[in-house]
């Protein structure tokens, strides 16, 4: 595949929504990734607008321009749904918001900790009836099988996905193109339960206080870590997270490489955040135990960045705590 053919499919992928005709179909998805099971849905779409239900006719999913509302979550079925609004940041935990929705171009970026970089050339197929094009992207080295997309030729919309070693994760079965789809099937009036329930205007002073304690406690720890003067085979961006009880903290880098840097008391349990894949690294001092996990940092560069952090980390821990 050359980079103007990936080019020219990633651009449809990404933008081609806007020129999706209005659609009816059945979208079957791996909703548990331990099984090989699909579950089916029966799925209204025009352009960046869809309604998804089961087939027992039981929502889904509605996303109607700014809002998604989810009518399940890890415990099943919910009646008041979530609602997010990705123009904030939020995402929707769903695996059918997830193969309905298209990915940032910025999450298509070349990485080498995702699938993002071609593994051959396209080959011009049929899906549906709708010409298409089979791409597989090659593993990066901790995962394993090509990502196998099949995507379609006019509006980038990926028909089929799945992976050459665990099989399929969801797929169009049913794709029809209808003369419209009725404007109030991709609208929500009824009650809902989001985290951002609210517009600028009319934040309550005590939750835009609490925000802003937290954005200042983040912002002090990693001033006080230095980290915009790291350097890991090239320069990066991070950010963190502090808790309410100031002891646990957690600090995100990211560049080609990347970590994270977990604080927690030294006598805390240990928890899965501690636990992540990754090259791990751990120490302790008299305050706290700090956590480092590791993506993609050559090996060259990975004792120097314990005993850089090791350093920062112990200064903060004979100050006090930012």
Not at 138 to 148: E, I, M, N, Q
Not at 183 to 189: C, G, I, K, S, T
Not at 229 to 242: D, E, K, P, R, T
């Amino acid at each position: 595949m050359t980079d103007a053919q990936w080019l020219e499919i990633l651009v449809r992928m990404v933008a081609g929504e806007a020129s999706e005709e209005p659609t009816e179909g059945v979208l079957a998805v791996r909703l548990d990734e331990e099984s090989e099971e699909l579950t089916r849905f029966r799925v209204w779409k025009h352009g960046a607008r869809w309604r998804a239900e089961d087939l027992s006719g039981r929502l889904r999913s509605i996303h109607g321009g700014g809002f998604t509302y989810t009518f399940v979550d890890h415990d099943g079925p919910r009646e008041k749904p979530w609602r997010t609004e990705r123009a904030r940041g939020d995402v929707a935990q769903d695996e059918v918001f997830d193969a309905l929705s298209r990915r940032e171009a910025t999450d298509w970026r070349p990485r080498p900790d995702d699938y993002s970089r071609p593994a051959g050339a396209p080959r011009p197929t049929t899906y549906l009836g709708r010409d298409a094009w089979e791409v597989r992207l090659a593993p990066p080295s901790h995962k394993t099988g090509d990502l196998v997309l099949v995507v379609d030729a006019l509006d980038g919309r990926i028909l089929q996905e799945s992976n050459s070693v665990y099989g399929l994760f969801r797929r169009w079965e049913e794709l029809h193109i209808v003369e419209s789809v009725p404007d109030e099937l991709f609208v929500w009036e009824g009650p809902f339960c989001a985290v951002y329930a609210f517009s600028d205007d009319d934040v309550p002073d005590e939750l835009r206080e609490q925000v802003e304690a937290e954005r200042r406690a983040e912002e002090a720890y990693l001033a006080a870590l230095r980290l915009d003067s790291l350097v890991v085979a090239g320069a990066g961006s991070s950010f963190g997270h502090v808790g309410d009880d100031q002891d646990d903290a957690m600090v995100h880098w990211r560049a080609e490489a990347s970590f994270h840097l977990q604080r927690r008391r030294s006598d805390a349990p240990e928890d899965e955040d501690e636990r992540e894949d990754g090259e791990r690294t751990v120490w302790t001092d008299q305050r706290w135990r700090w956590t480092l996990v590791t993506h993609d940092v050559p090996a060259g560069f990975l004792p120097g960045l314990v005993a850089d952090l090791q350093a920062r980390t112990r200064a903060l821990s004979t100050t006090p705590d930012p």
